[in-house]
């Protein structure tokens, strides 16, 4: 007979006022705490927004340096694309997290002048918040309590529409809950499952808070069983994927203009065009194929037909390699290519007729 699980409560503290900088996060959400007449108890969870503790430290930026401000905060640039309003990069950021825009926000700013910046440390952010939580309980009721602090965020996913809160830091929580080795319903061994209690967590307390509700804590109970003392528990930035268990550093884009000496964020990218984020015409994406091709390449020259790219060469060396690189550059351009030997092999080069190696690309 399967055992019924014990009720998990999520209670938004209503009535959180407006942070600002200077601001103690934990002795704000103990007042919020009794203003809804919640008594802390052994095993429960606040999530707190991150956006509070960014305006409570000062972690701001002026709007109108917003790129200057997300290239502050990147370790790498995993993916990057032109829109109408100017680069939006996809990168890591020195947070932890892979996200869009390394996680500067204008929205909640309470001022549309400033930026919020995400915490360097967010674990140490919430350890912050957890031990001024528990301080402050005990002195209030002069009992100790055990409890855990999630610091959450908002980001996008590959491969699925819309965005989640996630555990962006995190104290006395056991992030993760290994069942390798353990088995499912049916007695078969698990061997891959780790389930991502942090992310859970966080994600259903945005359910309760609310984007445009005002609402950045939420209280949990219910889940005492992944509550830990500091010390044993290893901090949301244990959950991103680093190093060779990072399949996806880069965007597929990305992966291809990289081989080619184009790292995503370079001044090599900016030289060649970064693909906008709106369909393109083939031509567009064909002449910034080119440009690829050639940007190692300087004896080497082409030219764009309808659809076709002539490549020229001052040898069989070089026009071998620069037609290599186009045909990649070409198929990272989502285009499909196919190299033929031209009619002719002569090309204009600075003004006068000049026979040279050369080869005809087809593509679509």
Known sequence: MTTRAAPVTYTPLLGFPEVVEGDDVAEI???????????????????????VVSKALGLQAPAGDQADAVLSQTVR?????M?????TRIVQCAAGPVMTAAGVDASNTADESILLLLPKDPDAAAAQIRHGLQAGWLALSGSTVLTGVILSDTAGRPWRNGQTDFALG???IHVMDDLRGSTDANGRVLSVTERCVGDEIAAAADLVKGKADGIPVAHIRGLG???RDAESTSGARSLVRTGPQDWFAYGMVEAVRAALGVQPGSAAA??????FLAPESVATRARRALRVALLTCPTAFGEIGKDTLLLGAPDNFTLGVVATRAEVALRGEGLTAALTRPPAP???????????PSVLIVFQ
């Open 77 to 81: 640039i995993v993916a990057e694309r």
């Open 270 to 275: 900016s030289e060649v065009g970064i693909p």
């Open 83 to 87: 829109t109408p309003a100017g680069v």
């Open 346 to 356: 002569t090309l204009t080069v600075d003004g006068p007729l000049t026979s040279q």
């Open 29 to 51: 959400t103990l007042r919020v705490l009794q203003l809804n007449e919640i008594q802390l108890k052994n095993g429960d969870i606040l999530v707190v927004s991150s956006k």
């Open 225 to 227: 069983q992944y509550v």
């Open 170 to 172: 995190a104290c006395g």
